[in-house]
């Protein structure tokens, strides 16, 4: 089993920068690759961005590109996702999600094929 706690959502003006992070504890082969999913209100869950403990090959969704970045610190199996020049419609509740599995196309990561989630932390962009 694999636990994760998010922290570091908040209010943040548009253009502004928030920086998450995601502590796991328990198995760590479970959390290979991290990464983070967000839902705005009425929308289903969506993949952001992910990063695998191995090999360090970054996976991110096209609508964050240039924005936002991951990076991890295996010592402590931690990961944080820092969000530039953030937008309104980056408003969303965002989640922590861990498998033992590594992907490499952004199109290959879906909530089903995650297996450990957090409980989620919200961000709110202002306009």
């Known amino acids: 089993q694999v636990q994760l706690v998010e922290s570091g959502g908040g209010l943040v003006q548009a253009g502004g920068s928030l920086r998450l992070s995601c502590a796991a504890s328990?198995?760590?082969?479970?959390?290979?690759?991290m990464g983070w999913f967000r839902q705005a209100p009425g929308k289903e869950r969506e993949f952001v961005i992910a990063i695998s403990r191995s090999d360090g090959s970054i996976v991110v969704a096209d609508s964050v590109k240039a924005r936002f970045t991951i990076s991890r610190d295996n010592a402590k199996n931690t990961v944080y996702l820092q969000m530039n020049s953030l937008k309104p419609e980056d408003t969303a509740v965002y989640y922590c999600?861990?498998?033992?599995?590594?992907?490499?196309?952004?199109?290959?990561?879906?909530?089903?094929?995650?297996?450990?989630w957090g409980k989620g932390t919200l961000v709110t962009v202002s306009s």
């Open positions: 328990g198995r760590t082969f479970g959390s290979e690759t």
């Open positions: 999600a861990a498998t033992p599995r590594i992907y490499y196309r952004a199109n290959d990561y879906s909530r089903d094929g995650m297996d450990y």
